[in-house]
């Protein structure tokens, strides 16, 4: 359900939850700012426009969103795709692919695709947001030290020109930035301001600094942007062709599916924190709103924000109210502060990306999974990590998917059992019947999903005959699912038997599967006698044809 209707029917938007929801969304509003400057300066955008992304999307996705308690707007995890498209294409470029994107998770929503989404596993995530970490760390030492411009597109490129260049950082950048990373460490430590967000607090001190100051050479948002305008962003649709949006088509897909990882991923650790329960799928459309409107309004992709979602949450929003008022609560500080942000030092916004990163990293996790996961969830861990550090994150993303799947199908595959039964085995269970395994008579038993994954095993365990029975009976009673391979492998298997006049019989399906099986055609291949129940009935039925036959011969 929407999340601004579900509210409203849990009578969460009634005057008494006002007050709580106010405080939480001014907190949040304060700390989406620096952020919100950073990660659009990090993209490659200007940093009013992370905020107008903030303001435009973070207000979409409160309305329409599938969590009532979930923050959305730029994140550090989108920085090295949008930076690329951005260094690439250009920022027009990076608002006909936000839209595109947009699009696809409005489309993914509608199919409801959100169940399936949240189930990415976590050596992937870990290793997809772990990459990103390192290459945020990376990519702002250039504003933290005040290094200079480097060249090359990839981290292998950046890193030696960077390490090379270290002995130029300029001093006064390198002080307020380190002053600003104190601060954004240590204030939540110190127990009179501890309520005070730690980034806000950092940029604060070091823009006043810098103004009071005015060290020379110390790159701001001033001298690399010309300020940030003092209002609210024109409504101007993006030139988009057939052209742009063949060439943008990819990228696009790439946020996407970022978004819809992260979005559902920050509403899942809302769930757990308010004891809610948030829908995927409308979660999904709500995000894809957002990233269709916010490039109409200078802004560019955005996705649930995790760290946002959480402050919320302490300082007890429970409603969209508490997001709504986010919103109001940027829009008051660009209409009314925007000029002061002139003097705000780009090393200050790197010093609080650098704290993003370590917290996206997730070292103590990473090394925990190393040191206890199996091997093969290392092994996909490392490649995913590998692979967004030094080649590219869509890459990395779609290989530990694979890999993961086909970890995942191999163990499936081993986890099906094909047995031959013989006669002791089965002889607890037919004697309460009254009944016996008959000579001639071969009973294989198939134990988990009858899949691609698992024929061949299936095909191992019945080339083992070495001699024709008269009767193959196949219990299919503990197979939850089939699939086309599976169906035309046991297609083959009966005509082949059928060629050597061997009958064979199939017991104890699911509705589930008998329905698959009639509709392949393989009940009528079989003769319906021969598909039965269970196998005491399968065995009554070869008993009682077994008699007419000595009945037919008598006669004879």
């Keep these: 359900m929407i999340a601004l209707l579900e509210a409203g029917r849990a009578g969460l938007l009634r005057r008494e939850h006002w007050a709580r929801n106010i405080v939480a969304g001014v907190v949040v509003g304060v700390v989406a700012l620096p952020l919100a400057m950073a990660f659009a300066i990090a993209s490659g955008a200007k940093p009013q426009q992370g905020i107008y992304t903030a303001i435009v999307a973070g207000l979409l996705v409160t309305a329409l969103g599938g969590s009532r308690v979930q923050i959305a707007g730029p994140t550090g995890a989108f920085i090295i795709i949008l930076a690329g498209i951005t260094a690439e294409h250009g920022i027009d470029g990076l608002q006909i692919a936000t839209l595109l994107a947009g699009v696809m998770l409005l489309l993914l929503g509608l199919s409801r695709m959100g169940a399936i989404i949240k189930f990415i596993p976590d050596p992937v995530i870990l290793g997809f947001t772990s990459g990103i970490a390192v290459i945020i760390f ?48 240590y204030t939540p430590r110190i127990p009179r301001v501890r309520r005070l967000p730690g980034p806000l607090v950092g940029l604060i001190a070091a823009t006043l600094v810098q103004a009071v100051f ?21 409504f ?4 988009v062709t057939a052209g742009r ?49 916010a490039p109409l309004f200078g802004g560019f992709a955005a996705t649930g924000a995790i760290a946002r979602t959480a402050t919320n949450i302490r300082n007890g929003g429970n409603s969209p109210i508490a997001g709504i008022v986010h919103c109001l609560t940027l829009v008051l500080i660009v209409l009314l502060l925007a000029p002061l942000a002139v003097h705000v030092p780009l090393a200050a916004l ?52 694979i890999l993961a799947t086909l970890h995942f199908l191999r163990r499936m595959a081993a986890s099906v059992e094909v047995e031959l039964q013989s006669g002791p085995q089965l002889e607890d269970e037919l004697r309460l019947r009254g009944l016996t395994l008959p000579p001639n008579v071969l009973v294989y038993r198939v134990e988990g999903p009858f899949f691609f994954g698992a024929v061949e095993n299936f095909e191992r365990a019945l080339a083992s005959t070495h001699t024709d029975p008269k009767v193959l009976i196949i219990r299919l009673r503990w197979v939850p699912f089939m699939d086309i391979t599976g169906l035309q492998t046991l297609e083959e298997v009966v005509r082949d038997f059928q060629r050597r006049k061997v009958r064979v019989m199939m017991t104890g399906a699911s509705e589930r599967v008998r329905v698959k099986l009639d509709k392949a055609g393989l009940i009528d291949l079989l003769g319906r006698e021969n598909f039965c129940e269970d196998l005491p009935t399968a065995l009554w039925i070869l008993a009682a044809s077994s008699a007419q036959d000595q009945a037919l011969q008598g006669g004879d």
Excluded at 236 to 239: A, G, H, K, L
Excluded at 268 to 279: K, L, Q
Excluded at 355 to 377: C, Q, S, T, Y
């Design 138 to 185: 990376v990519g702002q030492w250039k504003d933290f030290f005040g290094l200079p411009a480097v060249s090359g597109q990839h981290f292998h490129e950046k890193l030696p020109e960077l390490l090379l260049s270290l002995p130029e950082l300029h001093p006064a950048t390198t002080a307020l930035g380190v002053m600003a990373l104190l601060l954004v460490i």
């Design 214 to 234: 005015d060290f020379s050479g110390v790159a701001t948002i001033g001298t690399a942007f010309g300020g940030i305008p003092s209002g609210l962003p024109s």
């Design 236 to 239: 101007q649709v993006p030139e």
């Design 245 to 293: 949006v063949i060439e943008l088509i990819g990228p696009a897909f790439a946020i996407a599916m970022l978004g819809a990882i992260e979005s559902l991923l920050s509403a899942v650790v809302a769930d757990g924190m308010a004891g809610t329960r948030h829908d995927s799928n409308q979660e999904l459309i709500g995000q894809g709103i957002a990233n269709i409107v």
């Design 350 to 401: 790197a010093a609080i990306l650098f704290v993003i990163a370590w917290n996206m990293g997730e070292a103590r996790h990473f090394l925990k999974m190393v040191r206890r996961a199996p091997l093969a969830d290392v092994l996909i861990l490392l490649v995913t990590f590998i692979l967004t550090v030094f080649v590219d994150l869509v890459v990395a993303v779609n290989i530990g998917v």
